[in-house]
């Protein structure tokens, strides 16, 4: 089936750096979703992406739909302590449930 | 802002017992789902259901698991006997069509 490998698998910086990750598929995807899961919560959702190419931000977050379809980045900027948590992208399959990436587990240190 | 609403937010139950974990969905919505997250791993996909009935399901969602609709308000998720692998976290998601999901925050349950 459909996989999502995201990278890096955790990621630990200070308060203030910008951050990247990405998320790379085996197979196309029509829709790129990203997810902040704080701990003991349910997914968030933060952007979606439907179109190859697409660059949409969201405060200090910016995310990118790959051109091959088959990739996505997120960045968040100047990152602060409530950025702590685990992103995961996410993308719909042709019967619309959700695959899940393996996330990124992001600390950010004072 | 419309929320997934779970409960319980924790469970515990003894290895074998039946449990049910309840969801009531955002009220305009249609599309419902539930998914499970084991500790430290990704959100897997357990079963989708749409007009009564279940639409998609996993592999993981074996006739131990059953899902149901009551009410015109609730969305329940039953396992009937459960093992220790069952331990997980268990959200339940909502939508109006389309890939718009809303989360519920979860109910973890530990099987003993």
């Known amino acids: 089936g459909q996989q999502l490998n995201q990278s890096p698998q955790s990621m630990f910086i200070q308060e203030g750096e910008d951050v990247s990750m990405n998320c790379t598929s085996s197979s196309i995807f029509n829709t790129w979703l990203w997810y902040k899961q704080d701990p003991g919560e349910g997914p968030v959702l933060l952007i979606a992406l439907y179109k190859a190419g697409e660059l949409t931000s969201n405060g200090r977050l910016t995310a990118q739909f790959g051109i091959t379809r088959k990739d996505s980045f997120l960045n968040i900027s100047a990152s602060i302590p409530s950025d702590v948590g685990i992103y995961f992208c996410a993308g719909p399959d042709n019967t619309d449930k959700l695959i899940f990436g393996t996330g990124t587990r992001l600390q950010v240190f004072p | 802002e419309p929320e997934v609403t779970q409960t319980p937010s924790h469970q515990v139950t003894q290895m074998g017992q039946e449990v049910i974990l309840r969801c009531v969905p955002i009220?305009?919505?249609?599309?419902f789902y539930w998914y499970r997250q084991i500790l430290g791993q990704k959100v897997e996909f357990l079963v989708s259901f749409y007009n009564n009935e279940i639409s998609e399901k996993s592999e993981i969602f074996d006739d131990q698991f059953s899902v149901e609709r009551p009410d015109g308000s609730n969305f329940t998720l039953k396992i009937r006997s459960t093992k220790l692998e069952d331990s997980a976290m268990y959200f339940c998601?909502?939508?109006?069509?389309?890939?718009?999901?809303?989360f519920g925050s979860g109910t973890r349950l530990t099987v003993v």
């Open positions: 998601a909502s939508s109006a069509e389309g890939v718009g999901y809303t």
């Open positions: 009220s305009n919505h249609l599309y």
